[in-house]
């Protein structure tokens, strides 16, 4: 019988190192920047978001409604700094709302 090796790895660890070794950085990040949007700004706002993209560190946010357009354009250095705290790391440095 082969000898068992005896160290233990957190499920966490194992599909950290997954990510890493199959180049899905950048698919995890589209995916945690979507569902952090979500999160964040609530179902009502997710209603009238039609798409979510990260392009060179520009949050591209494409809304249906004029008025939340308008309405969140006032907060956008708090909304950049939310979502990043959310992420975990400075991923974000402008918000762009269309």
Known sequence: MSKRENDSFSIEDLMQLFI????LT?????????????KM???????????????????????TSSVLRE?????????????NEEIGEEVISKLLLV
């Open 26 to 38: 950048k698919g995890m990040q589209k995916l945690k920047i979507e569902e952090t949007w979500t």
């Open 71 to 83: 309405e969140l354009s006032y907060g956008k250095e708090k909304i950049v700094k939310m979502m």
């Open 20 to 23: 890493k070794e199959n180049n």
């Open 41 to 63: 700004m609530g179902q009502g706002v997710a209603t009238h978001t039609t798409s979510v993209k990260l392009q060179n560190k520009t949050l591209v946010i494409h809304l």
